[in-house]
């Protein structure tokens, strides 16, 4: 069974900068971490649902434009981790941030890490 685990979720106030992380543990049907895309959604209540990064597994980046220039994807196959480094954090960025993991009918879901941009 495959378990996604975000973690580094935390206070910050704005402009500050925070890296979050994503860990699958347990096999991933055998294939390797470098097989799947890799994204990051955020969520607020009374909000829909945001795709905020993505990380191809031909290792293409795309970001939502509130996020542009202020965030980056990253991943570490070899640890079957994913990063997602902010910078210039916005009250905006408030909200609950979750990973995906992916490849054709294969997909994992993380449980989130809550992002709270404050003075």
């Known amino acids: 069974q495959v378990q996604l685990v975000e973690s580094g979720g935390g206070l910050v106030p704005p402009g500050g900068s925070l890296r979050i992380s994503c860990a699958a543990n347990g096999s991933l049907f055998a294939l390797a971490f470098s097989t799947y895309d890799l994204k990051w959604y955020r969520h607020t209540p009374g909000k829909q649902r945001e795709l905020v990064a993505t990380?191809?597994?031909?290792?293409?980046?795309r970001y939502a434009d509130s996020v542009k220039d202020r965030f980056t994807i990253s991943r570490d196959n070899a640890r079957n981790t994913v990063f997602l480094q902010m910078n210039n954090l916005k009250p905006e960025d408030t909200a609950n941030y979750y990973c995906?993991?992916?490849?054709?009918?294969?997909?994992?879901w993380g449980q989130g890490t809550q992002v709270t941009v404050s003075s």
């Open positions: 990380f191809t597994r031909t290792n293409e980046r």
């Open positions: 995906y993991v992916g490849y054709g009918p294969r997909e994992f």
